[in-house]
């Protein structure tokens, strides 16, 4: 396997995998292919597919592990299904500890292959596996069941498993042919039990790994991992850091808010009803006048902000009302969780969804940008919270909402507090942006590293 290859792999593999274990898996078994015997995987166990029937009450017939129970790398024998299988086809597909299980099939191509060892717990229960789960059995004196299962978690066994998918009604399914004829480098079982107990101990974080005796071949590659699982400390220590930045820069906002309107029983107040118009949205507009409009949701939303890309265009039927059109300046309110309690002003004509109110004005005494910091003030908030309950999707009552009273000082300090809140906000968002950026380099940092390890470069 060349190191682009391997490298591709590798970055696909970071979806689930830590990269010290990526870098330990890819180089190890890169570095044993080189020095010890290769054979293909069907060569070193017997392989069987599971079995399946009527379900009965749990501990009526046998325990049938799943895909689901594979949560890591090992199986998780809770809660397995239960079957009523023919005895001789129990026999058949019963599990014994070193079993390593492989998901057949699955909605997601990243699931088909994954492989977990099966431990057995121990109990008088005797496992079965399902139909969509493949069961491979090393033989023994051959290969040690741990080591096998920790090649089948390597970018050497990944990359194997996106070339051996087919498309099949819906599904990724396995091609078991090619599956089994991946290569596996197979040297003596010493150094195979001292691989597993170095990868082992590089999951666990394990202090001791020093201690752990490898061949000379794996000591350049053990260096090359020590110092990618350091660097990718120092990466989540900065997520860390960016992570603290964004909420400490949330917090700095929040504090304004707090003081501003701690002063609000000084100030008149009004019901929303008086003070702007609503137009309310609905699931799927569709209205001719307006079919080339950005059609705004919830999602689109975020504090402060409204993120253009995220607009969808109205569709076209023919209908002619213009029910759910608001015009430039107009302030949206998400009106239903997990978007609730987000406002913000709209620079561009558009409509809107079902889970939007956009408010256009009447009251020439309110500003409109003042309007929206109302409308994510304590005082309002804790109202929507109290109101919307805690169902699955909590909204507010339209009567209720509009029935609420706004308190309004003066246009003079209207204006000064939607000046410091702009300004507060403004540079809230470029920090965001700026960790955002950082967030981008920091992700491509480890797979731009992987990349030069397994070519060869580092």
């Known amino acids: 396997m060349n190191g682009a290859a391997l490298s591709s792999a590798a970055n696909s593999l970071l979806k689930r995998e830590p990269p010290s274990l990526v870098a330990a898996t890819g180089l190890f078994f890169r570095g044993l292919g080189e020095v010890a015997e290769v054979c293909a995987v069907s060569n070193v166990v017997d392989c069987r597919g599971g079995v399946w029937g009527e379900a009965t009450a749990e501990g009526a017939g046998y325990p049938i592990l799943r895909s689901t129970n594979m949560r890591g790398a090992r199986v998780d024998v809770r809660d397995p299904a239960w079957c009523d299988v023919p005895n001789s086809q129990a026999e058949m597909c019963s599990l014994q500890s070193g079993d390593v299980l492989v998901t057949k099939a699955s909605g997601s191509s990243d699931l088909v292959g994954k492989a977990a060892l099966f431990v057995h717990p121990g109990n008088d229960l005797s496992y079965l596996f399902s139909n969509f789960v493949l069961r491979l059995r090393p033989k023994p004196n051959i290969v040690l069941p741990e080591y096998l299962a920790w090649f089948l978690r390597s970018p050497q066994s990944l990359l194997w498993r996106f070339e051996a998918q087919q498309n099949a009604v819906g599904l990724r399914n396995l091609q078991t042919k090619g599956f089994l004829a991946q290569s596996l480098p197979v040297p003596d079982l010493k150094v195979q039990a001292a691989v597993v107990s170095y990868l082992d101990a590089v999951e666990q974080g394990s202090d001791g790994l020093d201690e752990i005796t490898l061949p000379p071949p794996l000591h350049e590659q053990r260096r090359i991992v020590a110092r990618i699982e350091e660097l990718a400390g120092k990466v989540e220590e900065a997520r860390g850091l960016r992570r603290q930045a964004d909420k400490e820069a949330d917090a700095v906002f929040a504090s304004a808010m707090n ?138 009552n339209q009567d209720q909402m509009f029935g609420y009273r706004l308190p309004y000082p003066p246009m003079p300090e209207q204006d000064r507090i939607v000046c410091y809140l702009d300004g507060l906000q403004a540079k809230a968002n470029a920090l965001k942006r700026l960790q955002a950026e950082t967030t981008k380099e920091l992700n491509a940092l480890l797979p731009s590293v992987l990349d030069k390890a397994f070519r060869g470069e580092l």
Request: glycine share 8%.
């Open 259 to 396: 003081g501003i309107w701690s002063r609000q029983s000084e100030w008149s107040s009004r019901p929303i009803r008086e003070v702007a118009r609503a137009v309310s949205g609905q699931v799927d507009p569709r209205f001719e006048p307006y079919a080339s409009l950005p059609h705004i949701n919830g999602e689109a939303m975020e504090s402060g902000t409204c993120r253009l890309l995220s607009y969808r265009l109205a569709k076209d039927d023919g209908v002619t009302s213009g029910k759910y059109h608001f015009l430039p300046g107009a302030i949206l309110y998400s009106k239903i969780r997990p978007y609730l309690r987000k406002a913000v002003e709209v620079p561009v004509e558009g409509v809107c969804s079902a889970d939007v109110y956009a408010f256009e004005w009447i009251d020439p005494e309110v500003r409109p940008r003042f309007f929206m910091y109302s409308l994510v003030a304590p005082g309002y908030t804790e109202f929507a919270n109290r109101v919307a309950g805690r169902t699955r999707m909590p909204k507010i």
